[in-house]
């Protein structure tokens, strides 16, 4: 069974219908052409609805546009407190960010009281429109997407040679008869003198997966510029993140790989804050750490590509990690043992 | 099959007997008992005393249990009870328990994780059948949503949980602990009209409850509501005291405590509802009784166009017959626990239990 969702009515000046239909034909016509395509909402998350619209020029400038329902099971002083004060830090965030010139999609507007009264067209029920942000379209896929195509690639292209490291690791091990494993690999792929193992896809794959790093190791950058800058993301996950493809793409590449290429933008400061604190950083750097993990266990091994980028990306880096490690052993109900 | 449990992780202890049909139709619950232990007003249950309820109740139990249930230790198939998490000094009176009844009926044992049995025993209940999970209680303050043969937790309390919050705060107010501090907290909130700004503290999918209630204990204080108080006058709870310089009442203090976290708890269930994609939600746990907190999650739910599935106290509130349920479900997939390592742990993650009765 599938239900279409109706989204609730949004508040002015956006509609999700073309208002003027009902006007006299003289008008209808010149309405009709000049008044803009209603938004698209584009995703339902908890705390907000998001729409792809456009600002001042429909086709010049796509927009995103965020609006903050009211929330009915909350008690309306809370909400009202609850969503001025997020969209406030979200908008005073973003605006902080793009003066430090971080990569986050620039804010064109904003209504923090969200107190307009808006009728909703199935029921006929008022309710407050919701306050709303106005933002800069980012283009390309999230970095979720784009991690999972990658993963999806890898496994279609070195599916066939995929137990042939281990056992060339084996050999290798058996060979040299010491030196913890990564070392012997590392030894391995350096002198590449097994040419008739099949080294080719292997060298293809190490290809592949330092694009991959290089990806991760921009990421680690994008955040640690964010940090200082002077801003915690609250909620870094590779949903939060967009690829922004670079505007010139090179001919002949990218046949049948993942663009990894491309500026890394922060988007979604919901549940951002103003920080400076090594606390504050490294809880945000265990959020991301834990998303990625849950996400994409089999990119999880190339994580600490992402704090790298990060350690070289400003200064203070090296302390925010070092607090990551106690941050870390904390959890609640987490057992002792080891 | 038919499964005895053994619960008693905090200040219940509670027996209860179930009945899985072979042919596979709903579960019967032939019994379910249960004990607490009440401390006077501005008293908090200590280990060792609660072990000592435990340990004098525990026998009486389970042959009240095994009356009602009208079956013989013969038909019995396995003894669950919980290995944690909880108190220890109440756990280990109840895993003594269970391993004499293993001895002296010849049966085999299974330990339980708590939270694995609120949720099965919910699920059991209400037939949810993928739900998120928000669970609720003095001890634990959990969003699970299950995901390849585990519970896993998305988002939880980063100090102390919701049910240890509000009890802290009746002590305070040295508000009754009967039949439960929270069930009283509620009575008094209803009468509450004014919202006091208390912080919100909301970390992505975890939340942060201390902050909370030092808040308003500060503020129980700063206008001497806190302490013992006279029953019979109750101007300290009546909003005649609304025009006089604002000062809120003990209703008042009651009413915001409960809709500022409870509007935590929703506001992360609701996260996790969008992150996993569910339209389900099942309350489980002690504070799972309280009616506000799923009249608002009703309202979440429904804004999605979801449900909500909660249970009564009989279910909500620690029980034995949970533990009978999720750990006879465990024992038909063949897991047992050795008398040797029939132990109780204080920390026990309900992602730890490998959920193999489920696909």
Same mark, same amino acid.
């Given at each position: 069974?599938i239900?279409?969702y109706?989204?609730?009515?949004l508040p002015?000046?956006?509609?999700?219908?073309h208002?003027?239909?009902t006007q006299?034909p003289?008008?209808t016509?010149?309405t009709?052409?000049?008044?803009?395509?209603?938004?698209?909402?584009?995703?339902q998350?908890?705390?907000a609805?998001?729409?792809k619209?456009?600002?001042?020029n429909?086709?010049?400038?796509?927009?995103?546009?965020?609006?903050?329902?009211s929330?009915?099971?909350?008690?309306?002083v809370?909400?009202?407190?609850?969503?001025r004060?997020?969209i406030l830090?979200?908008?005073?965030c973003?605006?902080?960010?793009v003066?430090?010139g971080?990569?986050?999609?620039?804010?064109?507007a904003?209504?923090?009281?969200?107190?307009?009264?808006?009728v909703?067209?199935?029921t006929?029920?008022?309710?407050?429109?919701?306050a709303?942000l106005?933002?800069?379209?980012?283009?390309?896929?999230v970095?979720?997407?784009?991690v999972?195509a990658w993963?999806?690639?890898?496994?279609?292209?070195?599916a066939?040679?995929?137990r042939?490291?281990?056992?060339?690791?084996r050999?290798?091990?058996?060979?040299?008869?010491?030196g913890?494993?990564s070392?012997?690999?590392?030894e391995?792929d350096?002198h590449g003198?097994?040419?008739?193992?099949?080294?080719n896809?292997?060298?293809e794959?190490?290809?592949e997966?330092?694009?991959?790093k290089?990806?991760?190791r921009?990421?680690?950058?994008?955040?640690?510029r964010?940090?200082?800058?002077?801003?915690?993301?609250?909620?870094?996950t590779?949903?939060?993140?967009?690829l922004?493809p670079?505007s010139?793409?090179k001919?002949?590449?990218?046949e049948?790989e993942?663009d990894?290429?491309?500026?890394v933008?922060?988007?979604?400061?919901?549940?951002?804050s103003?920080s400076?604190?090594?606390e504050?950083?490294?809880?945000d750097?265990?959020?991301?750490?834990?998303?990625f993990?849950?996400t994409h266990?089999?990119?999880e091994?190339?994580f600490?590509?992402?704090?790298?980028?990060y350690?070289?990306?400003?200064?203070?880096a090296?302390?925010v990690?070092?607090?990551?490690?106690?941050?870390r052993?904390r959890g609640?109900?987490?057992?002792?043992?080891? | 099959?038919?499964?005895?449990?053994i619960e008693?992780s905090a200040?219940?202890v509670?027996?209860?007997?179930?009945?899985?049909p072979?042919d596979?139709?709903?579960?019967?619950?032939l019994?379910?008992?249960r004990?607490?232990?009440?401390?006077?007003?501005?008293?908090?249950?200590?280990?060792?005393?609660t072990?000592?309820h435990?340990?004098?109740w525990v026998?009486?139990?389970?042959?009240?249990?095994?009356?009602d249930?009208?079956?013989s230790?013969k038909?019995v198939?396995?003894?669950?009870?919980?290995?944690?998490?909880?108190?220890?000094?109440?756990?280990q009176?109840?895993?003594?328990?269970a391993?004499?009844?293993?001895?002296?009926?010849g049966?085999?044992?299974?330990g339980?994780?708590?939270c694995v049995?609120?949720?099965?025993?919910g699920?059991?209940i209400?037939?949810?059948?993928?739900p998120?999970v928000?669970y609720?209680s003095?001890?634990n303050?959990?969003?699970?949503?299950?995901?390849?043969?585990?519970?896993?937790?998305?988002?939880?309390t980063?100090?102390? *949980? &919701?049910?240890?919050?509000?009890?802290r705060?009746a002590?305070?107010?040295h508000? !009754?602990? @009967?039949? =439960?501090? $929270?069930?009283?907290?509620?009575?008094?909130?209803?009468k509450?009209?004014?919202?006091?700004?208390l912080p919100?503290t909301?970390?992505?999918m975890?939340?942060?409850?201390?902050?909370?209630l030092a808040?308003?204990d500060?503020? *129980? &204080?700063?206008?001497?509501l806190n302490?013992?108080?006279?029953?019979?006058?109750d !101007?300290? @709870?009546? =909003?005649? $005291?609304?025009?006089?310089?604002g000062?809120?009442?003990?209703?008042d203090?009651?009413?915001?405590?409960q809709?500022?976290?409870?509007?935590?708890?929703?506001?992360?269930?609701?996260?996790?509802m969008?992150?996993?994609?569910s339209?389900?939600?099942?309350?489980?746990?002690?504070?799972?009784?309280n009616?506000?907190l799923q009249e608002?999650?009703?309202?979440?739910?429904?804004?999605?166009?979801?449900?909500?599935?909660?249970?009564?106290?009989r279910?909500?509130?620690?029980?034995?017959?949970?533990i009978?349920?999720a750990?006879l479900?465990?024992?038909?997939?063949?897991f047992?626990?050795p008398?040797?390592?029939?132990?109780c742990?204080?920390?026990?993650?309900?992602?730890e239990?490998?959920?193999?009765?489920?696909?």
């Open positions: 069974m239900e279409e109706q989204p609730p009515p002015p000046p956006f509609h999700h219908h208002q003027h239909r006299s003289a008008t016509t010149t009709t052409t000049t008044t803009p395509p209603p938004p698209i909402l584009l995703t998350g908890a705390e609805h998001l729409y619209t456009h600002y001042l429909a086709t010049t400038h796509p927009a995103a546009l965020k609006i903050r329902p929330k009915p099971y909350r008690h309306p809370l909400d009202r407190r609850l969503t004060q997020r830090q979200e908008a005073r973003l605006a902080k960010l003066r430090e971080v990569a986050v999609p620039a804010l064109y904003v209504d923090w009281e969200g107190q307009t009264v808006v909703d067209a199935a006929g029920e008022e309710r407050y429109g919701g709303w106005l933002m800069e379209w980012v283009e390309g896929d970095v979720r997407v784009v999972q993963e999806r690639a890898m496994l279609a292209r070195f066939a040679d995929d042939s490291p281990s056992s060339r690791r050999q290798a091990d058996g060979g040299s008869g010491s913890p494993g070392e012997v690999q590392m391995v350096g003198d097994h040419s008739d193992h099949g080294d896809g292997h060298v794959r190490k290809r997966e330092e694009r991959m290089d990806l991760l921009r990421i680690g950058a994008a955040v640690g964010l940090h200082a800058a002077g801003v915690i993301h609250g909620d870094l590779t949903s939060n993140l967009i922004r670079a010139s793409k001919e002949g590449e990218g049948g993942v990894l290429e491309g500026e933008v922060l988007i979604d400061f919901g549940l951002a103003q400076v604190q090594d504050d950083r490294a809880v750097l265990y959020v991301l750490e834990r998303a993990g849950s266990p089999r990119t091994a190339f600490a590509e992402v704090l790298d980028g350690r070289a990306s400003y200064r203070g090296a302390s990690l070092k607090r990551l490690e106690e941050v052993l609640r109900k987490k057992s002792m043992l080891g | 099959m038919i499964a005895v449990g008693g200040n219940k509670g027996v209860g007997i179930i009945f899985h072979e596979g139709s709903t579960p019967q619950v019994a379910n008992v004990h607490t232990y009440v401390t006077p007003p501005g008293e908090g249950f200590l280990p060792k005393d072990a000592r435990h340990r004098a026998v009486k139990l389970v042959k009240q249990a095994l009356q249930a009208r079956v230790v038909d198939d396995c003894i669950c009870y919980t290995k944690g998490p909880g108190m220890g000094a109440p756990l009176s109840c895993a003594i328990a391993r004499m009844l293993s001895l002296l009926w049966k085999e044992l299974v339980v994780n708590h049995g609120h949720i099965e025993m699920r059991a209400t037939g949810a059948t993928n998120v928000l609720v003095g001890g303050t959990q969003v699970i949503a299950y995901s390849s043969q585990r519970y896993r937790i998305f988002g939880e980063l100090d102390i *949980a &919701v049910g240890n919050c509000l009890d705060f002590r305070t107010l508000i !009754s602990n @009967d039949p =439960a501090p $929270g069930y009283n907290i509620e009575q008094l909130a209803k509450g009209k004014r919202l006091v700004d919100y909301v970390k992505g975890d939340i942060s409850m201390s902050g909370v808040a308003i500060a503020l *129980a &204080v700063q206008y001497g302490g013992e108080w006279d029953e019979k006058d !101007s300290a @709870d009546s =909003a005649q $005291g609304e025009a006089d310089d000062k809120p009442t003990r209703a203090l009651c009413f915001s405590l809709e500022t976290v409870y509007s935590m708890l929703v506001e992360i269930t609701e996260r996790a969008a992150h996993v994609g339209k389900e939600v099942l309350i489980v746990g002690g504070v799972g009784c009616e506000r608002m999650m009703g309202i979440m739910a429904r804004d999605r166009g979801g449900t909500v599935h909660a249970t009564d106290e279910y909500c509130i620690d029980n034995g017959i949970m009978a349920q750990g479900m465990a024992y038909k997939t063949g047992r626990t008398l040797k390592d029939a132990t742990t204080q920390r026990f993650r309900t992602d239990v490998l959920v193999k009765w489920r696909d």
